[in-house]
Structures are given as C-alpha cells and as structure tokens.
C-alpha cells in the first residue's frame, strides 16, 4: 500500500503554491452559502472574480468589457470531448485570448492575451499585446 494518498499530495501542491507566493484557501469556504462565497454552484469550477481580478491585474487599463469576453471565451465549451477541450484552453493559455474591438478613433484593432489559469489553480492571469 502506498504512503501517499490523495490528501498528502494535495497539502504538497498547496505548500509549493504558497512558497511561490500564490494565496490558497479551504475549499468548503469558498462554498455557495458559506460568508467567503465566490461560486454559485459547485458546477462553477472557475472563480470569476479571481480570474478577472488576475487579468486586470496582469493588463492595467484593460477594459472591463474585454476582461469580461476573455473570460466569456474561456468559459465557453466548444466540444464535449474533454482531450480536445483541455487542448482549446491550453491554446488560450499559450497563444492567448484573440478578440477585436473599435478604438476611439474608429480604428480596428486586434488585442491578444495570454490567459494561464493558476491563482489558487484556477485563477487566471492575461497578457495582452496590440497588433496594429
């Protein structure tokens, strides 16, 4: 029998994530119902606030409407096969998260981020670069 179960190995990950300076909680208190709620249901397994928090951080001066399709997108399924949805979020995660929008000047734009799920291993931090 080995020494090691599910528990062991999950205080080991969330040791290694607080020593690179990530903040964790206890997962019941993030509950719905609970006074540090930050889901709906626990058929919610990204936490928006956290995500936007994380991309807003990461992009000073993004529009909060940007920041909200980022998050759109990565929370939208687009197949029900979980190995080609892994592989769609890991594209997200290292090419970014592609959308347009029209500058104050009319002007088409093509802004580029870099979503990596993380903060509490599902936070979420953006890159964003202008292509012009």
Known sequence: MSRY???TIEDAALDYFRELGYSTAWGPNLAPGESGQE???FQDVILKGRLRGSIGRINAGLDLELIDEAV???QRAESQNPIDENYRVYKLITEGVGFRRIAAQC???LDA??????DNLLSAF???TNAG
């Open 5 to 7: 179960n599910e528990a």
């Open 39 to 41: 889901r709906e249901s």
């Open 72 to 74: 759109k997108k990565l």
């Open 107 to 109: 002007q088409d734009r």
């Open 113 to 118: 981020g870099l979503l990596e799920a993380l």
């Open 126 to 128: 953006n890159r964003c």
